[in-house]
């Protein structure tokens, strides 16, 4: 499966965005998937997941009440709908999937990444 992020930008603290992830390839609704944030200086870390028929979804504490995945297999796209950001979340974000019908919050579970795409809070 390929992937393709988008939606990042620059916004100031309290806004909101949408991330999409764009998937080809191979039948999208038969993969987990998860997005992760990689910050300058730090390590890539789990942001949230979500199964394979959306079915269960996972949050880092960080991003708990605050951001909310969802997928659309029929249009093979994943969202990461963000609010109330603040700085602390300016990253670079990645999408990933994996066949396992498990949501994981580590990367090296996940075979398939997207690009990612820049997001930047301002305080």
């Known amino acids: 499966v390929q992937l393709q992020a988008s939606g990042g930008g620059l916004v100031q603290a309290g806004g909101s965005l949408r991330l999409s992830c764009a998937a080809s390839g191979r039948t999208f609704g038969a993969y987990t998937m998860g997005w992760f944030r990689q910050a300058p200086g730090k390590e890539r870390e789990f942001v949230a997941g979500i199964s394979w028929s959306a079915g269960s979804t996972s949050y880092a504490d960080s991003v708990k009440g605050r951001f909310t995945i969802s997928r659309d297999n029929a249009k093979n796209t994943l969202y990461l709908q963000m609010n109330s950001l603040r700085p602390e979340d300016t990253a670079v974000y990645y999408c990933?999937?994996?066949?396992?019908?498990?949501?994981?919050?580590?990367?090296?579970?996940?075979?398939?990444w997207g690009q990612g795409t820049q997001v930047t809070v301002s305080s």
């Open positions: 990933a999937a994996r066949l396992n019908r498990l949501i994981s919050v580590l990367t090296t579970q996940y075979r398939y």
